[in-house]
């Protein structure tokens, strides 16, 4: 814990202007970061007497070791500027809303020759139109449902549409009326794009003109007798106003606006927002965050703006914003908020009629998330923090380890040799810190290992020592032992990898994979970590240079937490090892072909249907394919008959040879289809 009076700048040199400054601690992770219409006042408050501050306020500034600052001309720019880097850095003593929920969205793809309608979480995307968000994927396909009757847009996926159009034939939509079917060229380009612009303008709130223009048509038709076409126009209103009862108007002048609502208490808050379009309510979310310093309900107002406008430009951007409580001060963010949409932004508190009964309305909502959020996370915290607190008991550690990271070995009788780092903080998974190792053998020079298991063992020691290598190697280059000025730039302020060392280190296995992971610390001379094995048989801890494991009751929360550490490194060492399996297994004499690239191994096999038929093929055969000449086909044709037919693939379950699936190369060229599909999580190192 840090003395906040070892890092306070010194009298004046803080500059009584707009900024944004970042505390940081002992690792050099940006931990914080705040703005200020006048730098010097706000940090100020940061170093007074730490039994006068907010008890989160007062563990951050402990937490970090250093504050700088960078200034700024306004503060809009200052409040453009905390956001990218929080964006950026992801402090851990922020305010960060979370989705508890990934929301689907209604979205239209502008951007692609035919626009396709289509449910979209996640991301957005430039060029697409995006309508919501929605509580349910359901409910969007029960309204675009409705809606293709009147605008049969294209909702099929770029393969089926493909397909569609080689074989000349729409998909079941496409007879039904419920696609133009733009694939078989029923519609031209500019026609089905007009559809398209329809189907947004509707969605967008602008349903009156439109269902005018119906009801006119209607009526011309039933007036020239043309009853058929007058009942089709009848049903599509019919179905558009079905569509609009789905969403009830709730404000009465067409008002565009997102209303806002917040519920807090001392730990934690809720944020619920409602998108009115067109005086309807085309969209819900709600996000919940952890209060890690003290903060009024006007500054989270302000970060729920920066979180929901801050990739949003354009209409995106209503008219209205409407909020419990103003930032102080609220000109920068309505400024920011304008510079934004493009044109004026109206940020205020309802006070009567209609907005203020629906702002009651967004405070209920955010009141009852608040209490199912924390009648759903009151378990799992008191949960994670009693595992937490038995196995810091149990191993006889100073403090409950905060950072675990967990080590596995995998291969197949041998070959392969892979292991595993995957990382646990207070109690939940970090993905993006996992890690993953191939076994280079070597072990060092101070010890042979012997005994049952021994390539384990081996395996193990090797892999404990490269990554606390690089940790030692990050920590001096980053200028932690050095004396004086730390020489870390600001670019290298965001977290590297193997830069922060765990807690505690748990290996999957018993005593003498503990020996080994406990040796290579110490011969990097790092004591600070405590290490642990959990051995599959009887689930037992076992503790360096003890004769006699821990062993914690089976209904023990901590047990069962390094159960789940465990479990999860053996899942992603064995997905790795299969993948790296699955590509020894699908090599072939054709990757050994100089000047042979991929295309053109796959017009090789989409010409000869097979690896087997195109070893059998002659040279003239081989020139027949698109792109190969003479020389080239008689370099494929000696390495063909240089490598070996392979053994022919056998289902181990059942004892039956596998025939040959076209397109699919084995060891030696002939077809095997096997392995796991690559681990996406991770790096390889």
Not at 86 to 106: A, C, G, M, T
Not at 603 to 628: M, N, W, Y
Request: hydrophobic letters at 35%; charged letters at 30%; glycine letters at 8%.
């Amino acid at each position: 814990m840090a003395d906040p009076s070892s890092y306070r700048p010194k009298p004046g040199q803080i500059p009584d202007s707009p900024g944004v400054y970042r505390f940081r601690d002992e690792h050099r992770r940006v931990i914080y970061v705040g703005k200020a219409k006048s730098l010097r006042q706000r940090l100020a408050n940061y170093f007074q007497d730490l039994a006068g501050l907010h008890p989160r306020t007062r563990t951050m500034v402990t937490t970090a070791a250093s504050v700088e600052w960078t200034v700024v001309s306004t503060e809009v720019e200052a409040l453009q500027l905390e956001y990218s880097w929080i964006k950026e850095y992801d402090p851990r003593f922020n305010v960060k809303y979370r989705d508890d929920k990934s929301y689907p969205y209604l979205a239209v793809t502008m951007n692609e020759e035919f626009p396709r309608v289509q449910v979209m979480r996640g991301q957005k995307r430039k060029g697409v139109r995006y309508f919501g968000p929605y509580g349910q994927a359901w409910a969007i396909r029960d309204t675009v449902d409705l809606l293709l009757r009147v605008f049969p847009v294209r909702t099929c996926s770029a393969g089926v549409f493909k397909n569609a159009a080689r074989t000349g034939r729409p998909c079941l939509l496409g007879y039904i009326g419920k696609c133009s079917a733009p694939c078989v060229g029923r519609v031209s380009p500019d026609e089905h794009r007009e559809l398209a612009d329809e189907f947004c303008d509707f969605m967008a709130g602008r349903t009156g003109t439109y269902l005018r223009r119906l009801e006119t048509r209607m009526t011309e038709a039933a007036e020239e007798m043309e009853y058929e076409r007058a009942a089709r126009l009848r049903d599509d209103i019919g179905a558009l106003k079905k569509a609009m009862e789905k969403s009830a108007v709730v404000l009465a002048d067409a008002t565009d606006a997102d209303l806002i609502a917040v519920a807090e208490d001392e730990l934690e808050a809720a944020v619920q927002i409602f998108h009115v379009r067109g005086g309807r309510v085309r969209g819900q979310r709600g996000w919940v965050t952890d209060k890690v310093e003290e903060i009024t309900t006007g500054a989270l107002v302000e970060h729920a703006l920066q979180q929901l406008y801050g990739e949003e430009k354009g209409d995106a951007v209503p008219k209205e914003v409407l909020v419990p409580a103003l930032p102080d001060p609220v000109e920068p963010v309505q400024e920011w908020l304008t510079e934004r949409r493009g044109s004026n932004v109206s940020l205020r508190i309802p006070q009567r009629g209609d907005k203020k009964a629906l702002m009651e309305t967004v405070e209920r909502n955010a009141q009852q998330a608040l209490v199912l959020h924390k009648t759903k996370r009151a378990s799992d915290l008191t949960t994670r923090s009693r595992a937490l607190e038995e196995i810091a008991e149990a191993l006889d550690l100073d403090s409950a380890p905060l950072r675990i990271e967990c080590y596995d070995i995998s291969h197949l009788q041998g070959d392969d040799v892979v292991a595993s780092m995957v990382v646990f903080e207070d109690g939940l998974q970090r993905k993006g810190e996992y890690r993953r190792f191939q076994i280079k053998g070597r072990v060092g020079d101070t010890q042979v290992w012997h005994g049952e298991g021994q390539d384990d063992v081996r395996s193990m020691h090797e892999v404990i020592a490269r990554r606390f290598k690089r940790y030692l190697a990050e920590k001096e280059r980053t200028g932690e032992w050095a004396d004086g000025e730390n020489t870390l730039t600001e670019e290298d302020g965001r977290p590297k990898r193997f830069a922060y060392p765990p807690q505690l280190v748990v290996v999957d296995g018993g005593r003498p994979q503990v020996a080994a992971a406990k040796k290579a610390l110490d011969e990097l001379g790092i004591d600070d970590v405590a290490v642990c094995g959990l051995a599959k048989r009887l689930e037992e801890v076992w503790l360096p240079d003890e004769d006699d494991p821990v062993v914690l009751p089976r209904t023990s929360e901590g047990l069962y937490l390094l159960q789940r550490v465990r479990d999860e490194a053996h899942r992603f060492a064995i997905t790795y090892q299969r993948s790296k399996r699955a590509k020894r297994f699908r090599s072939s004499p054709l990757d050994d072909v100089p000047g042979l690239g991929d295309t053109r191994k796959q017009a090789l096999l989409k010409h000869f249907g097979s690896l087997k038929k195109l070893r059998s093929a002659t040279i003239d055969q081989i020139c027949e394919v698109p792109g190969i000449g003479r020389k080239t086909a008689e370099t494929i044709a000696v390495a063909l008959a240089q490598a070996a037919p392979a053994a022919p693939a056998v289902n181990t379950a059942t004892g039956e040879i596998m025939e040959e699936e076209p397109g699919t190369m084995g060891s030696s060229g002939e077809s095997v289809t096997m392995g796991a599909p690559d681990e996406r999580r991770g790096q390889e190192t």
